[in-house]
């Protein structure tokens, strides 16, 4: 079993940034594979960037490229997204998921943990 709980939500204004944390327990977060997904009010769980287990490859959604990062410290057991050049589009619960040996890093049922969630707002 792996937990993850995001943290870093908030409401900002359009332009601006913010970071997004997850910290894992349990089961060697270290070896997984993470994704950051979104879902904004009345549509489907979006994939938005994934990282492999050792950080060497990363991916992102069209939509945020060139505006967001994902990176990990496993040391630390932790995840960031930092986004930046935020965009009211952007608003949505933000959520991060773990898997194992992941084929298909932008499939949400590629994940076998999932966090509760932080929300983010971005005002225009």
């Known amino acids: 079993q792996v937990q993850l709980v995001e943290s870093g939500g908030g409401l900002v204004q359009a332009g601006g940034s913010l970071r997004l944390s997850c910290a894992a327990s349990?089961?060697?977060?270290?070896?997984?594979?993470m994704g950051w997904f979104r879902q904004a009010p009345g549509k489907e769980r979006e994939f938005v960037a994934a990282?492999?287990?050792?950080?060497?490859?990363?991916y992102y959604a069209d939509s945020v490229k060139g505006r967001f990062t994902i990176s990990r410290d496993n040391a630390k057991n932790t995840g960031y997204l930092q986004m930046n050049s935020l965009k009211p589009e952007d608003t949505a619960v933000y959520y991060c998921?773990?898997?194992?040996?992941?084929?298909?890093?932008?499939?949400?049922?590629?994940?076998?943990?999932w966090g509760q969630g932080t929300q983010v707002t971005v005002s225009s």
């Open positions: 349990g089961r060697a977060f270290s070896y997984s594979d």
């Open positions: 990282i492999r287990w050792s950080g060497g490859s990363t």
């Open positions: 998921a773990a898997g194992y040996t992941l084929n298909i890093l932008v499939a949400t049922s590629a994940y076998d943990y």
